[in-house]
């Protein structure tokens, strides 16, 4: 035992150092840029509140308005138990991701190297401790998912704008809040995101609650039916939309590297998920009781109620928040991006705004071509989630310390609850396999199925995915 404590006090004082290097350099930036404390307040976070607010708020965006249609597939009580199995499974891997992170980063400031002006990342990490083809795949997974979650985002935007104005079509939405999310380019880092994640996560708030109650006011709809779990391919895509909901934390990493003592970060994400219950349980249920097998045609919440003031307000709060959740994604692909062009150690801003904005061009692209707010959740959800957040961690973790070396001079032992190494690998391989055959393999099946029918039904490129045909015009004769 005394080895093992030895090892771990001599990893502490290099994440320390590493960690105060990163304080005195931004402490040297605020200096510099003669920054005021007002400022510096809404502008620059790193604390553990400012983690849980991004995790909360980055976690439950658009995908709040299509729970509902997901419970519609899996009836309620499946509903609500794949909710909660799916939040705890999220948290756990989001905790592998945080000792991982911990593990490489002691590792390296062991061999005193500096991290002052360089953003750590998860691919970084998988190349770190397992080497570069580790470091491929985890790269060529979470861009894609992060470029993905970018389009989803931007396709919710089209989709609620509509509910407010529809005089333009969903697609020239797109085209507008395209140009819109693109200033997102001009946010440095996760660090910057203290005000936007603290309005975002009030946003999603005030939404969800508007939902449950408006739901409730409206009571249930004239013959209502509540037929779910129908056919197997709706039940598995809604499994894997919640798949998706509760794999919100490819940023995880980022938001760590942001925070002044990372190793804080631990439980942050399970916190935050238990606050997320108290707003996707509530709305998602009290929608499907009022609404039943209608929200199947309704992948949208928002276009079941009545427009309300409150409803408006609802709209243009997710739509705020949106941007915000655009930016969440779209910030780890900007520093990918950085570092191919050589930019990432650039401190002019507007310099890397400008070799930012090819990234938000194919995200752009993307959400014209597959408008399918709903679907592609699933879709994305069971390709891309799956593999990214939930069986990527749990089997590099599992690697990392497969031998008794590794373990032994740990930087995070086992947690509490937790009673050994052996159960920590149970959990690991359980998770492995069932994400791999039941969200990969049969959410696949499911979440390709619809989304193929949603592109022979409304075609690529679709002009205004799910609207209300208009109104013929009666014929002279």
């Known amino acids: 035992m005394v080895p093992n404590k030895q090892a771990e006090e001599a990893i502490v004082p290099g994440e320390m150092k590493g960690i105060n290097e990163q304080e005195q350099g931004e402490e040297e930036a605020g200096v510099d840029q003669s920054m005021s404390g007002f400022k510096n307040f809404l502008w620059h976070g790193g604390s553990a509140y400012d983690a849980w607010f991004s995790c909360a708020s980055n976690q439950v965006a658009q995908v709040l308005l299509t729970l509902p249609y997901s419970f519609s597939q899996l009836g309620m009580l499946s509903g609500v138990i794949l909710q909660v ?131 409730l006011v409206h009571g249930q709809a004239e013959e209502v039916v509540h037929s779910g779990p129908k056919k197997l391919v709706l039940y598995f895509t809604g499994a894997t939309n919640i798949l998706y909901t509760f794999g919100g934390h490819a940023v995880t990493v980022e938001i760590m590297h942001a925070m002044w003592r990372p190793r804080k970060f631990k439980y942050i994400y399970l916190f935050a998920t238990l606050y997320v219950f108290t707003l996707t349980l509530p709305s998602a249920a009290a929608m499907y009781w009022a609404f039943g097998d209608q929200l199947l045609n309704h992948s949208n919440a928002f276009s079941l109620l009545p427009r309300t003031r409150f409803r408006d307000a609802a709209v243009i709060l997710m739509l705020i928040h949106q941007f915000i959740t655009f930016g969440f994604a779209c910030t780890p692909l900007y520093f990918v991006w950085e ?124 002009k205004c995915y799910q609207c209300k045909p208009a109104p013929s015009l009666p014929h002279n004769h």
């Open 85 to 215: 199995f799916y939040g705890l499974l999220g948290s756990w891997t989001a905790y592998l991701i945080s000792v991982l992170y911990v593990e490489y980063r002691a590792r390296k400031e062991k061999e005193n190297v500096s991290f002052k002006n360089h953003v750590i990342q998860w691919f970084e990490v998988l190349d770190g401790l397992l080497g570069p083809h580790w470091k491929a795949v985890g790269l060529a997974f979470n861009c894609t998912f992060l470029l993905f979650g970018s389009v989803i985002q931007l396709i919710a935007c089209a989709s609620n704008i509509y509910y407010i104005n529809d005089h333009l079509d969903k697609r020239t939405w797109t085209y507008i809040f395209g140009a819109c999310c693109a200033t997102t380019v001009f946010i440095p880092s996760f660090h910057n995101y203290r005000i936007w994640s603290f309005l975002g996560l009030a946003m999603t708030t005030y939404t969800a609650w508007y939902l449950a109650i408006a739901a």
């Open 339 to 462: 570092k191919v062009v050589g930019m990432h150690d650039t401190k002019s801003i507007c310099l890397r705004a400008l070799a930012r904005l090819p990234v938000v061009i194919p995200i752009w692209f993307l959400a014209i071509i597959f408008p399918f707010f709903g679907p592609i959740n699933s879709a994305v959800g069971a390709l891309l989630v799956s593999f990214t957040v939930y069986i990527i961690p749990a089997l590099a973790h599992m690697l990392t310390y497969r031998k008794a070396s590794a373990r032994q001079n740990a930087a995070e032992k086992p947690p509490f609850f937790m009673p050994s190494w052996t159960a920590m690998y149970i959990v690991n391989l359980f998770i492995v396999v069932w994400v791999f055959v039941v969200g990969f393999g049969f959410g696949g099946w499911a979440s390709m199925t619809n989304f193929i029918k949603q592109v022979d039904t409304f075609g690529l490129f679709a």
